[in-house]
């Protein structure tokens, strides 16, 4: 399984210029934490912005930790400079597709298990004023909070964390849920929310005014924290952004899910051994155990990811959305497709273009298609100006920065003010349309979709 972004904003908060929480008796100021101290990494001139890189948020899933729930950071002495962290391991089993980000997502990420960290972007403007903030699933590579803090004039503090993938973070079936160790990736990322609850006002965030942006998987994963708990959990956020959902369905708890906890479990070497095996095997063995399932898995599937467990997930989101079970205190969303999601994930085989586009324009009529329009091109448009090697991506069609720019503009005015028609860009190269607010689901409800 493949990270895709899950990220949060916050809001304006208090002035911290007298906090006790920041220091800046060393070049870099320093975020002083219950569990510990981080310095931050860099200042960025650009963008008049700090990055504290690799704050642990929970600590390393390890050991007995392995298959279990995120547990609170452990006390660490010193001050800490960011230098020690890493990405959650990932893996899919297959390639991509060609296109503008198949190249990107098929790169091999290094990871390790003790990954459970985020890097927070705070403009140097919040630790007087009052900022915003954001979170994705994998921190690295597109996901540069630079980009966005910049375009939000520094009005944004951008938080982004790792969570658990593959085996590690989503085993499913009747043994995984009589042992807890189901949806461990989402309560990871449940772990990132809480952690700016608690902690953004020290870098000037408002924990009220939190947004949530999820693209792909990371859409999905919005989907089910609004859903949780047959919608009964509180998100930690009051706007969200759900961009090109992914969310395979898996539904047998007891067939297929569990069939495959048994595929993973022989795989690596713990056949019939159970959860105490696999919390000691290598992670070779454990690579060996993904395969496996992999390999028994249908073409073209990711094999793990988020599964009903008759807890946080209890059926598919699209019917609890239909049931009325969803968290109602959600001040607005932003709903996007582009025009060609499938196309990386299954081979081509249309044979007529003239009625595939009938149907794109029947079902999807406000739909974008620049860059093809391929599943990932949102990522892009986001992250337009990111340092992060994309410019060569984004300058493949001439129209589309101008384009971006546009697209982007409705995000940071949802997320500053839960209105994302007003600081849209109304003119230039590649001005917006107002979007027409709906009604969610049910006539009385007011959250707003867009």
Not at 156 to 169: F, M, Q
Request: hydrophobic content about 40%.
């Amino acid at each position: 399984m493949r990270s895709f972004p899950l990220i949060l904003l916050a809001g304006n908060g208090a002035a911290l210029a007298t906090s006790n929480h920041i220091s800046s008796i060393a070049p870099l100021p320093e975020l002083k934490l219950p569990y510990g101290t981080w310095q931050a990494t860099a200042y960025d001139e650009d963008t008049d912005t700090y990055i504290f890189k690799n704050i642990r948020f929970a600590a390393p899933p390890v050991g007995q930790l392995r298959f279990a729930k995120p547990a609170p950071p452990l006390l660490i002495e010193g001050v800490q400079t960011g230098k020690i962290g890493n990405d959650c391991i990932s893996t899919t089993g297959w390639a991509f597709g060609a296109g503008s980000l198949g190249n990107l997502v098929n790169s091999v990420i290094p990871g390790a298990e003790d990954c459970l960290f985020l890097d927070v972007f705070v403009p140097k403007r919040a630790f007087l004023e009052g900022a915003a903030a954001k979170l994705p699933g994998n921190k690295q590579q597109v996901y540069d909070g630079l980009a966005i803090v910049k375009q939000s004039n520094g009005s944004l503090i951008y938080v982004s964390g790792n969570y658990r993938l593959g085996a590690l973070g989503f085993l499913g079936g009747k043994t995984a849920e009589e042992n807890n160790m189901t949806n461990l990736g989402l309560w990871d990322q449940r772990a990132a929310l809480e952690w700016t609850n608690k902690y953004i006002s020290l870098v000037g965030g408002d924990p009220e005014n939190v947004s949530c942006w999820g693209e792909s998987a990371g859409a999905g994963s919005v989907m089910l924290h609004l859903t949780a708990f047959g919608g009964k959990q509180d998100p930690l956020f009051k706007r969200a952004v759900i961009a090109s959902p992914f969310l395979e369905p898996r539904t047998d708890r007891n067939g297929i899910l569990e069939a495959n906890f048994r595929t993973f479990e022989a795989g690596a070497g713990c056949a019939g051994k159970g959860v105490a095996c696999l919390r000691t095997a290598s992670l070779r063995n454990l690579e060996n155990g993904s395969n496996a399932v992999f390999k028994a898995s249908p073409d073209r599937a990711f094999a793990f990811g988020p599964i009903p467990d008759g807890q946080w997930m209890r059926q598919l989101p699209a019917l609890e959305f239909q049931s009325g079970n969803h968290w109602k205190n959600l001040e607005s969303l932003i709903v996007s497709h582009v025009s060609n999601e499938a196309d990386i994930f299954i081979p081509t085989s249309v044979t007529s273009n003239a009625k595939w586009q009938e149907y794109l324009t029947q079902w999807y009529p406000d739909q974008y298609s620049r860059m093809g329009g391929q599943h990932g091109v949102d990522v892009l448009a986001t992250y337009i100006g990111t340092k992060t090697g994309l410019s060569a991506a984004q300058n493949a069609d001439k129209a589309f920065p101008a384009f971006a720019k546009a697209y982007q503009s409705y995000l940071l005015s949802q997320a500053k003010t839960g209105d994302p028609n007003m600081y849209r860009l109304k003119s230039g190269p590649s001005p917006t349309i107002p979007l027409e607010k709906v009604s969610f689901l049910q006539p009385d409800e007011e959250v707003t979709v867009l």
